[in-house]
T-cell receptor, first 113, second 115 residues
Framework: DQQVKQNSPSLSVQEGRISILNCDYT??????FLWYKKYPAEGPTFLIS?????DKNEDGRFTVFLNKSAKHLSLHIVPSQPGDSAVYFC????????????FGTGTRLKVLA | NAGVMQNPRHLVRRRGQEARLRCSPM?????VYWYRQLPEEGLKFMVY????????ESGMPKERFSAEFPKEGPSILRIQQVVRGDSAAYFC?????????????FGPGTRLTVT
């Protein structure tokens, strides 16, 4: 049962344009949503997060939007740069006794120079 | 401040052997998480530990897998009698606290190959 879904396994975007990565979830009890970026042969690194009580959080070129009614969040990167090419994981946290973090399957972003 | 360290980075084991994966959390972090990433899949939670305690092992297979985080030394994920299906990347993450927005710091992973 995949509670956090990233339905696009890959995405290609031209340098300078906007990248939009999508994530859907099924559990309305999720408290927080996080995005991680992963380069090959490295562990994921935290990028940006959003509380379930907010609908937008911005950090530089990265903005995360949350639509609770649709159980959907998206990560916008603008302008996209070649160094943004990586796998992006969406994650959600839920308290089941302790806090548990559930990851999506990832979207591979390729920014073309 | 050194990041999360994992060793070995690559581990090859024959079917039936034991695999031991080590994780040293960031300094000051007392919460350790282990995840497994199978090919073409996302990160799957396995176990959450604090010093000398297993807090949540709901994601860990009931047999052959065990984890510990002793008072001194790294956290160890142990897989006994490995099978081909155990081939995956195993990531360790640490955090200074737990909570809904608990940002986790990941190590580079150990890639286990079972031949």
């Amino acid at each position: 049962d995949q509670q956090v879904k990233q339905n696009s396994p890959s995405l290609s975007v031209q340098e300078g344009r906007i990248s939009i990565l999508n994530c859907d979830y099924t559990n309305s009890m999720f408290d927080y949503f996080l995005w991680y970026k992963k380069y090959p042969a490295e562990g994921p690194t935290f990028l940006i997060s959003i509380s379930s009580i907010k609908d937008k959080n911005e950090d530089g070129r990265f903005t995360v939007f949350l639509n609770k009614s649709a159980k959907h969040l998206s990560l916008h990167i603008v302008p996209s740069q070649p160094g943004d090419s990586a796998v992006y994981f969406c994650a959600a946290s839920v308290r089941v006794g302790t806090y548990k973090y559930i990851f999506g399957t990832g979207t591979r972003l390729k920014v073309l120079a | 401040n050194a990041g999360v360290m994992q060793n070995p980075r690559h581990l090859v084991r024959r079917r039936g052997q034991e695999a031991r994966l080590r994780c040293s959390p960031m300094k000051g972090h007392s919460h350790v998480y282990w995840y497994r990433q199978l090919p073409e899949e996302g990160l799957k939670f396995m176990v959450y530990l604090q010093k000398e305690n297993i807090i949540d092992e709901s994601g860990m297979p009931k047999e052959r897998f065990s984890a510990e985080f002793p008072k001194e030394g790294p956290s160890i994920l142990r897989i006994q009698q490995v099978v081909r299906g155990d081939s995956a990347a195993y990531f360790c993450a640490s955090s200074p606290q737990t909570g809904p927005s608990g940002e986790q710091y990941f190590g580079p992973g150990t890639r286990l190959t079972v031949t």
